[in-house]
């Protein structure tokens, strides 16, 4: 599979760098932007803070629609037989591009290779906490499998992948995240009902 590395790559921490994001949106259309504010648990604050001293406050959300309008969605073990179910994301490495860094993840998470169709959404995230007010940026795309066999590669992160509806994406699974009392469920039930909102908007 043939990936092209762009040559201005994701810097540290937040700060995402422009002239990479210009070139995605180049090859993949103008996202919308959204921001959003939650309410984080004092584990789930934790666990953004761990992040943030690997030098990374962002992910990449790759929503992977199957034929029949299906989409590939994970569960972590944090939340193993919860019900709940999301789409699979992940972050750049330092030195590593955007691009490269969705592709990996998506791999890692699902076992699928990608192709990515349309940049949907950059979506900016306040994660309040306790003590501080964390910024948080998450970059949403559609892609479509083109190989690979679906199944978790990094199981040390990722409990279960399966293919779910957009009608359970947006019915049952949405009510549970809601139900959990996370701030981060909070924020992905948000950030899933604005992605089929967007694609409706686009007719894609």
Known sequence: MAITLFPKLASKLNDINEEEMQRLIERFGEPKKCRFSADFLEF??????????????HDITCFIRQKKNGYVVIQKHQYANSGIYRAPSG???IGESLEVAAHRE???????EVRLLKFILDLHLDVVCSSETIPWRSLVFLAEPIGGTMKPIDTYEIFDVKVMSREDLLGDIDSLMIESGWGGF??????TREFFKRIDELNI
Not at 44 to 57: A, D, I, N, P
Not at 186 to 191: D, G, N, P, Q, W
């Open 106 to 112: 998506m791999y890692e998470e699902t076992g699928l």
């Open 186 to 191: 909070a924020y992905r039930s948000f950030l």
């Open 91 to 93: 972050g750049a490495n």
């Open 44 to 57: 789930e604050c934790h666990l953004v803070r761990q992040t943030r001293t690997k030098g990374r406050l």
